[in-house]
């Protein structure tokens, strides 16, 4: 099984509708990455949390991280066809946390 | 330079040759690491260098694939004996230390005929 799991693996919605994205850790997390990548490109940075119950946003996302729970979620607000793409969530895990390990990522789509 | 540099950008090979892929990390940055992506699936790791420490191999998944990172900067994966399973995008990445500010390069897409 995946260490870290994504929800939904894919997800359709209408312009403005809000929407969120978990991450779940099978292990102790040591900092959550939220990164968002287009079909053919790189990663592009989102958001990084680092402590239990801390909480960050860029215009329209949000995310938190609920340590105990080692888990995370991504919330956008009034979603639009710009933040279609493949979210991925990233940690450090246990023993390896000099590098990051990935979830599968969602797939999100916006229709206008 | 101002972003990770991968080349190529894509590559098609013919089963059994062998391929080299590089990447130019952000200058300064001592960490790099190496991901694959395969259709439909997360990022899977392949390897990390970390300065001049011996590089965490844990994540090559066969004795075909070996990476190099010379003088601390420039890394090249090379892959011998293509099989058509090596298809997918292979992603580089750098950060001044460990897994934070990960910097991305756009990939390189392997297509094994």
């Known amino acids: 099984s995946q260490e870290l799991e994504q929800s939904p693996q894919s997800l359709i919605v209408q312009e403005g509708k809000n929407l969120t994205i978990n991450c779940t850790s099978s292990k102790t997390l040591y900092g959550l990455y939220w990164y968002k990548q287009k079909y053919g490109e790189g990663l592009i940075f989102l958001m990084m949390l680092q402590k239990g119950g801390e909480e960050k946003s860029h215009e329209k996302i949000t995310a938190k991280l609920d340590e105990k729970k080692q888990q995370s979620s991504l919330h956008i607000t009034a979603s639009q066809p710009s933040h279609a793409g493949i979210y991925l969530c990233g940690a450090g895990l246990g023993t390896s946390g000099s590098r990051l390990t990935f979830g599968e990522g969602t797939q999100l789509t916006v229709n206008p | 330079g101002a972003g990770v540099s991968q080349s190529p950008s894509n590559k098609v090979t013919e089963k059994g040759k062998d391929v080299e892929l590089r990447c130019d990390p952000i200058s300064g940055h001592t960490a790099l690491y190496w991901y694959r992506q395969s259709l439909g699936q997360g990022l899977e790791f392949l390897i990390y260098?970390?300065?001049?420490?011996?590089?965490?191999k844990s994540g090559l998944p066969s004795d075909r694939f070996s990476a190099e990172r010379t003088g601390g900067s420039v890394s090249t994966l090379t892959i011998q004996r293509t099989q058509q399973e090596d298809s997918a995008v292979y992603l580089c990445?750098?950060?001044?230390?460990?897994?934070?500010?990960?910097?991305f390069g756009s990939g390189t897409r392997l297509t094994v005929v």
């Open positions: 990445a750098s950060s001044l230390s460990g897994p934070y500010g990960y910097t």
């Open positions: 260098f970390q300065g001049n420490s011996a590089p965490d």
